[in-house]
T-cell receptor, first 112, second 113 residues
Framework: EDKVVQSPLSLVVHEGDTVTLNCSYEVTNFRSLLWYKQEKKAPTFLFML????IEKKSGRLSSILDKKELFSILNITATQTGDSAVYLCAVSNNNAGNMLTFGGGTRLMVKP | KAGVTQTPRYLIKTRGQQVTLSCSPISGHRSVSWYQQTPGQGLQFLFE???????NKGNFPGRFSGRQFSNSRSEMNVSTLELGDSALYLC????????????FGPGTRLTVL
């Protein structure tokens, strides 16, 4: 059974801080790893990673995947209050079609 | 381009009743997946439909079922509701069945009393 573990469970920082969120996984036949941001309702897509060592970047957010050590990190630099959300990591495997297995999420609170 | 839409947004039912939730994917997207989100279990995969066929099913009882229509709209049905079915039900669509980039709808908040 595929498994995704995210850490920390929650995090409180101040505006301007840099944060690193962690995601480790166990997947039988890895296909991809995805990061989502969930504020009130719908998770919004951030990144999809399939190859090790290639950083994906979008503004202040970046993510990288290590397929050897089976983890990914999501970095947020110069955090803003609008970054407050739950960040979800999910993996898919080639044996299970398009099913995503999600981690429990990291709840980030950015204080002014 | 309109996003994924789900109706209704909120629903209150009592135990034993049944419920039908609807999801309209992004225009052109043919794959629709359903997820249940609860505080205790997080986001869990229910099933996926592509071209009106169920492609994959999660570990949920047979009370949970779904279908997809020729216009890619999907419905999920939960029969004989239990208190534990109270959750946020999220629908996600993707362009191709081989693409993992899923886009989520706002969800339907189901409360079972």
């Amino acid at each position: 059974e595929d498994k995704v573990v995210q850490s920390p469970l929650s995090l409180v920082v101040h505006e301007g801080d840099t944060v690193t969120l962690n995601c480790s996984y166990e997947v039988t036949n890895f296909r991809s790893l995805l990061w989502y941001k969930q504020e009130k309702k719908a998770p919004t897509f951030l990144f999809m990673l399939t190859s090790s060592g290639i950083e994906k970047k979008s503004g202040r957010l970046s993510s990288i995947l290590d397929k050897k050590e089976l983890f990914s990190i999501l970095n947020i630099t110069a955090t803003q209050t609008g970054d407050s959300a739950v960040y979800l990591c999910a993996v898919s495997n080639n044996n299970a079609g398009n099913m995503l297995t999600f981690g429990g999420g990291t709840r980030l609170m950015v204080k002014p | 381009k309109a996003g994924v839409t789900q109706t209704p947004r909120y629903l209150i039912k009592t135990r034993g009743q049944q419920v039908t939730l609807s999801c309209s994917p992004i225009s052109g997207h043919r794959s629709v997946s359903w997820y249940q989100q609860t505080p205790g279990q997080g986001l869990q995969f229910l099933f996926e439909y592509f071209s009106e066929t169920q492609r994959n099913k999660g570990n949920f009882p047979g009370r949970f079922s779904g279908r997809q229509f020729s216009n890619s709209r999907s419905e999920m049905n939960v029969s004989t509701l239990e208190l534990g079915d109270s959750a946020l039900y999220l629908c996600a669509s993707r362009y191709l069945s081989t693409s993992n980039e899923q886009f989520f709808g706002p969800g339907t908040r189901l409360t079972v009393l």
